[in-house]
């Protein structure tokens, strides 16, 4: 399925869908009417005015962000997870704030045209809107929308919204992440767009409704005011810009932004050989159908000034919530070409230079009602992105970048023992990582995911106040950078111990224990994901990176490493005073310095940082490792595991240099994966490779 957003009106839906089964008007967006380009429509605004409402639409944005960080009940949103926006009276985005999150800011406009669908003419000054649905352009359903009209007289010019992820939605486990849901049935409660303000007038039956499904209903009842009060911040924004300029001279703006951003793009892309390119990442497995790595493939076509993507030959929809519905996918496309275009405005403007073909519901990239959804944003979402950073670093090699660490969640809830009423809590934790090395320099360490470069670590002391949870460390990965010419960055580990913490599970969403984070041009992968459970204790534990419900209690301890960037570059290639800089740092062991980049160092004291470089031996250890490698990734994968199960070789050793994949816990080889693996290193790794 073919679709292209437009100014023209172009709704989340076809305008002909009638009811389905599941009570909804459609599951997909429909084509777009013919769109008229931006250079053809006629420019109305003088430079100044134009530049001075530009920027002053990003400003009424950021006041309502403001104002939620200001007023919010909620710990995860007042980490930053949210995002708003200013969207026309169409529906379209107009201009997004300046720390969104990108998937967020990717599906405001299906959401916003989701409520004029639903609504139509029944829209009323002081009406304030909710929504979370997935299958109608949502992310999951924590994330909650709060959509505002904005009324000059009687007419509709613009929409006030904002979307903040709620800790808990209802659902079968605490924070409503349950990863062993098929259906979106035990995910949590599915708003549709619902009046939630009546001309200004709470609903209190309405709101009751929400929060009370919930498993903290004063938090989802006070960020429910926070981000209502917020819209109405941007719409008195916005009534200010129309006293002083007028309304005509507003609208106007508005289009005239978007106008702005989609002839930038286009001329851009001009620029740029038209062809057709195509790479495949990966999620970990699908329950449902055994051991394997599933595949994700993103085909760029560019034609002219357009960008065209289909998504043709990615998987079935997996039995688990590691499935993507339309809008994320979508959002996922815009997302990731927008990383190549970093000075440019994301707005509608940008989505009409963009069109795709996301293929029939039933997949993983376009998995309608009744699919279970909520962990898009650790499934295919990032590995969309990470796609389309592989494909556009070829068209620009100027602004190349490896494989980026995979975003993550823990989520440890149940009842607070400190106090006597034993309240629920959600301990619920994201932590930073690496992204992958660049064209001219290493990845950016212990960054926010792709998914949203906004959102901020949790502060410690927040979360031990908050949750009968210690944290007992949380420091930089050493190794956890895939090795290049260029680094990628480096990840974090992070450990805690449970208190008070009574009638407690815990739930993880991540990826990429199998589908390990990978390099390009030569670079190699980093490190798996995954949480240990009482490690080196009798208890001890591999829980894997994507469970649910796993009881847990008082004096339990975990641990988890976020994975680095990938890297960029043939490892052998970095200058050896690079890799002893990392030595220094404590970002690269003095092991994997020999290992991973062929570099002899010795230590004379290391409490002195004094480490030295050894020239001649670093010679003859690259020019033997060189003649090797390819040999290595051609050893029986059976051997090979059963060496890491002896105690042989490392984790790391199976990734870098064998390119093994196995059950982490146990040592048991999986043998299709590694076969999927060892494909995916041939190409973006031993295929740049100078021997």
């Known amino acids: 399925m073919t679709t292209q957003l437009t100014d023209r009106g172009t709704t989340a839906h076809g305008e002909n869908d009638g009811p389905t089964t599941d009570g909804t008007r459609g599951t997909t967006p429909s084509t777009a009417a013919t769109t008229t380009s931006s250079s053809d429509r006629r420019r109305t605004l003088d430079p100044v005015t134009f530049e001075v409402l530009k920027n002053a639409f990003t400003t009424s944005v950021d006041l309502m962000s403001e104002q939620i960080l200001r007023t919010c009940y909620s710990f995860v949103i007042y980490s930053r997870d949210f995002s708003s926006a200013l969207c026309d009276a169409r529906g379209n985005t107009v201009m997004q704030g300046s720390q969104d999150i990108a998937v967020h800011v990717g599906t405001l406009h299906f959401q916003c045209q989701a409520v004029l669908e639903q609504f139509g003419d029944d829209i009323h000054p002081g009406d304030v809107f909710a929504i979370n649905d997935p299958y109608r352009g949502g992310t999951h359903f924590n994330d909650v929308s709060f959509i505002r009209p904005i009324f000059v007289g009687d007419e509709i010019i613009a929409f006030a919204q904002n979307k903040g992820h709620w800790a808990d939605i209802g659902g079968n486990v605490p924070g409503s992440f349950d990863v062993n849901a ?3 049935f035990g995910e949590g409660l599915r708003i549709p767009a619902i009046r939630i303000f009546d001309r200004g007038t709470l609903r209190y039956d ?59 793009v286009r001329k851009r892309v001009a620029d740029l050989p038209d062809g057709t390119w195509s790479t495949t990442d990966y999620l970990d497995a699908d329950p449902g159908r055994g051991e394997g790595l599933v595949p994700i493939v993103v085909n760029l076509h560019i034609e002219g000034d357009q960008i065209h993507y289909d998504l043709e030959g990615s998987a079935p929809a997996v039995a688990s919530f590691l499935n993507s519905g339309y809008g994320t996918t979508h959002s996922a496309l815009y997302a990731g070409t927008k990383t ?35 962990g898009f944003c650790s499934g295919p979402y990032e590995k969309i992105m990470n796609a389309i950073f592989e494909i556009w670093s070829g068209l620009m090699p100027e602004r190349a970048l490896a494989g980026c660490f ?218 033997e490792i060189r003649g090797a490698r390819r040999g290595w990734l051609e050893e029986d994968p059976e051997d090979v595991a059963r060496r890491y199960r002896e105690g042989e070789l490392d984790t790391l050793d199976l990734i870098r240099r064998y390119a093994v994949i196995v059950d982490w816990g146990t040592g048991e080889l999986l043998p299709e994966t590694t076969r999927q693996f060892r494909e995916s290193v041939t190409r973006r790794v031993t295929a740049a490779w100078e021997d």
């Open 182 to 184: 098929t259906e979106h």
């Open 206 to 264: 309405v709101a009751a409704l929400l929060v009370e499904n919930t498993r903290s209903p004063g938090i989802s009842l006070g960020d429910l005011h926070a981000q209502s009060e917020a819209t109405a911040v941007c719409e008195r924004d916005i009534l200010r810009l129309v006293e002083r300029y007028g309304k005509d001279t507003i609208v106007a703006a508005m289009q005239e932004v978007q106008d702005y951003v989609e002839t930038l």
């Open 340 to 374: 190549f275009f970093p000075d440019v405005p994301l707005n509608s403007g940008f989505y009409r230079a963009v069109s795709a073909d996301i293929g029939p519901e039933g997949t993983v990239v376009n998995a309608g009602w009744p699919y279970a959804v909520t």
């Open 406 to 623: 995979n975003l993550e969640y823990l989520l440890v809830g149940g009842r607070d023992g400190r106090s006597p009423e034993k309240p629920f809590f959600m301990w619920y934790d994201w932590m930073a990582g690496g992204w992958g090395g660049r064209s001219d320099r290493d990845g950016s360490g212990t960054s926010a995911p792709v998914f949203g470069v906004g959102l901020a670590v949790q502060p410690v002391e927040g979360q031990e106040r908050l949750s009968p949870v210690l944290t007992t460390k949380h420091a930089i990965a050493t190794d956890s950078g895939g090795p290049g010419r260029h680094r990628g960055g480096v990840g974090i580990e992070k450990g805690g111990t449970l208190t008070d913490a009574d009638r407690t599970v815990m739930s993880y969403c991540c990826d990429r224990a199998r589908s390990i984070t990978w390099g390009i041009d030569g670079g190699l992968a980093s490190n798996p994901h995954g949480v240990w459970l009482n490690r080196g204790t009798p208890q001890e534990r591999f829980l894997g990176s994507v469970f649910s419900s796993v009881p847990v209690g008082p004096g339990d301890t975990f641990e988890r490493p976020s994975a680095g960037g990938g890297g960029l570059g043939d490892p052998l290639d970095r200058d050896p005073r690079d890799v002893l800089e990392d030595v220094i740092d404590g970002y690269v062991s003095l092991v994997r310095a020999g290992t991973d980049y062929g570099v002899v160092i010795e230590e004379v004291d290391a409490e002195l940082d004094d480490y030295r470089l050894d020239e001649d031996a670093t010679r003859r250890l690259r020019t």
